[in-house]
């Protein structure tokens, strides 16, 4: 029998679903891509620019001594303020402690934001077991069970009185400490071990009142009467009950913010206390170490403690309370309808805000030295002491040790000397540890200018210099010199007030008088800790001391660039600076809730068309794009020649040849799409390179790929330790590029305006100086590495004005912005080498700092000589941070966000093209620098391996992978298609045989 041929049959069904859905993939998948292609340079910033290719070795190594150098950090950071009868270190013997207050199970190794910390690995609980301690599991149990750690961690999803929750059972609610619970800890150790925790971060500052749960699932309760920065009732309720329990008792404050703690003082049987900051994702391993004596606390305060945090003359317009707002504001940005995504549900801004920096110069130790210098404080009596010591708990610069040391000024012999423009003043102490254990100090330099009532404001100290020892022996010495620059000590007179006939930088004739001291207040009893210096005639400084640029007024008056006066004086402002003059009668009691908005103030709310025209220049030349010049600054990801050339000289005459290369696509592209890092320029042979946060973990906020968190920066400001600061940088900077990421969104040396910041944990101190050094030695580190680095926030981000950052009105007297907020990027710039900034969202006056032609021209490029580049912060709205004001005040790189964004006015001048040139030049200044300076450092410690790697893209790239998808989605629709048409020929076919048959 005939086998019969098997007859093909159609099948529509399954063949006319297949050709749907094959379409349905190919449109989804082509308009994905489109989308993609759109967003191709911020996806590039994330997962598909070149990397080193460093080993998994190499990696790990790294990732080790990070951890170690963490743990450095912290425990130098470390500040012991209190010690009664030499309670710490704790005795080897002790294995057993109670961990008390449910800031124990939620120990912070960061603010939130940017600059906080992607997770803590090691917490305190985990360090103390680690440490072969034991503690009460019953007492930690009953507080997770309470509260299994905090609501909202995320403050850029948060309002402030959720972030700022504060949790504790309190003592004696038999609930959760049942008797049987308080008998068995006692049982289980003598010593006491309490956790203080407070956090706050970026959108949101810390609040003036408490947001309590006390318990478990209850409402949350208000006390108006403390802020959270005071202790809740809850927790000065379990410090009493410690103290009258347990032998040893220690407390750590682990948290964001200065605190007041004058109950640590007055309650019966507190011990001891640690100012423990914040310790990243593994510093907390150095705690216990600390605890019992295996690493010395060396910390400083890096900030003024007060019992009242009331008395700080920024207080009253700090905080939420302290944001005005303008009252016929009305639809102008942002109260034009303008939403925040950085609370816990979308706000639409209802008001236009202001902040008045009304204390002027006299923020921190400033103020509280000054004001004691002033007699302010003298009729102060309360439980704590009598005048300055009734205010001030720990002052700056303050910190015990356990051991002891002794002071010898060396040198001298500047005293009775003259001063000159352009000298030194050097004094060398002689610090002998004179204890029984090693240990490190801090030796501080301050200096006393000379003041008249009415001229120019002046603090009544400032530190000049500090220096801290390696770590002494017993009976060992080391001899430490410190170095004050006269010109350092001039004051900004933007309004004569001295008379003279000049304004800028000056110093008045008189006395100067140095002291050698341990903190602000203290000064040492040695016979020559006290230094006398004079200047016969005073001094102007027309011209910057390192630039040589001529040196004015660009924010006062009719100087100001940016149109309107910084300190109000021409719009109605009408605020009163406090003036040591009168500190009585213009400290700043309430802040000015609201004030109309004059006209030339509304005039500049938003960048328009008219601006933008209004700043072309006629006899700007054309550019040359395009050029076919064969200059390439990079070659399979290695540098040349001519990059490592231009790298070393902004003037170089190369750049012309190289820049006319070109295109204005390219630079306009590397100008808009700067989020997360800048583009691809195949013309000069640029290739894509990655940028990242934040100041305490590279790409622990937005990265893909992440280093170890290290301690806060007001921790690592507790060191006092500029080598440790730069160990850092480097650390932190071989992490990036082990990563992929050749910039770093950080540090962020902003000030410490008030305690209530919500980022001051991202900063360093209220010290300019303290904070530029800091951050200027973190800098330099990450430069040798050849990491670039974005300095932030210029200028003014000291607060996030409650929850109104955006945009915000920032007034103040040109003399406060260059002193105290100026002074450490000036020496960030001038000093340490930094080619990269970034901006900020506030106004600096009534313009957006990022679009201020005053700050980022006038000052940062006219007078600083800088030649880096300056990046916007993110761009949440463009209408405000707008790319084109940004380009035309003197910025180089616009962070438009992550779906990218377009230039809005006209872009056909040349200077616009001059502009955009400009701005491309200075971006690639600033990559290529860091190279050179990564070759130098390399070559000057001898040591090749130091040498970052070249920088290949991978042979398979997210651009291969959306090709292939779209070839499989291509091939998918044609083998529907041919099912269909097989089908339609097998039905003609059938119809056919079967009208033949």
Known sequence: MTKQPKVRKPHPVLHGTGLVLSVILLVAVLVGTYVLSTMATIIDSFIGAPSGHYSDAEIADTKVKAEALAADVEAEGTVLVRNNDNTLPLAADNKKVNAFGWASTAWLGGGSGSGGVSGVNTDLLAALTAYGVAYNTELTDMYKDFQDGREYTRTLSAWPEQSGRLYEPDINNRTYY?????DNAKSFSDTAVVVIGRLAGESNDATKQQYKRTEKGGDIVVDDTRTMLELTTEEENLLNYVGANYAHVVVLINSTNVMELGQIETIPGIDACLIAGLSGSEGATAVPEVLWGDREPSGRTADTWAYDLTTAASYANAGLEGVGKYSDADGLYPADGTTSGNLDTPYAYEQVSYVDYAEGIYIGYKWYETANAEGYWDAESNEHGTGYDAVVQYPFGYGLSYTSFDWKVTDATANGSALTKDGNVTVKVAVTNTGDRAGKDVVQLYYTAPYTAGEIEKSSVELGAFAKTKELAPGESEEVTLTVPVSD???YDAYDANHNGFTGYELDAG???FTVRHDAHDVDDDA????TCSLPAGVQYAEDTVTGNAVSNKFTGSDAIDGVSLDGSDSAQNITYLTRADFAGTFPKTNTSTRAMTDNVKALNLYTADDANGWINDADETITTGAKNGLKIEDNGETTDLGFRLGSDFNDPQWDALLDQLTVDEMENLYINAYGGLAELKSVGKSKSKDADGPAQIGGFTGMGAGTGFPSSSTLAQTWNADLAQEEGRTIGTQALQNGYTG?????????RSPFNGRNYEYYSEDSLLSGVICGNTVTGANQTGVYTYVKHFICNDGESGIYRDSVYTWMTEQTLRETYLRPFRMLVEDYDAVGLMSSYNRIGAVWAGGSE?????ILRDEWGFDGAVITD????????????ALRAGGSLWMAGFTGGAMTFETGSNSYLQALRRATKEALYMYLHVRVTNRDYADSIGDTTAVRHAFTTSVFGWRHLVALIDIVAVVLFALAVRG??????????????KKDS
């Open 178 to 182: 049942t008797q049987s619970m308080l």
């Open 489 to 491: 000590m001039a004051s």
């Open 511 to 513: 006395d100067y008088i």
């Open 528 to 531: 020559n800790a006290t230094i």
């Open 744 to 752: 770093w969104y950080a540090p962020a040396t902003n000030m410490h």
């Open 854 to 858: 005053a700050l980022l021209t006038g």
């Open 874 to 885: 993110y761009c949440d709205h463009h209408s405000y941070m707008n790319g084109d004001q």
């Open 980 to 993: 269909v048409v097989i089908d339609v020929k097998l039905r003609k076919a059938a119809k056919t045989e």
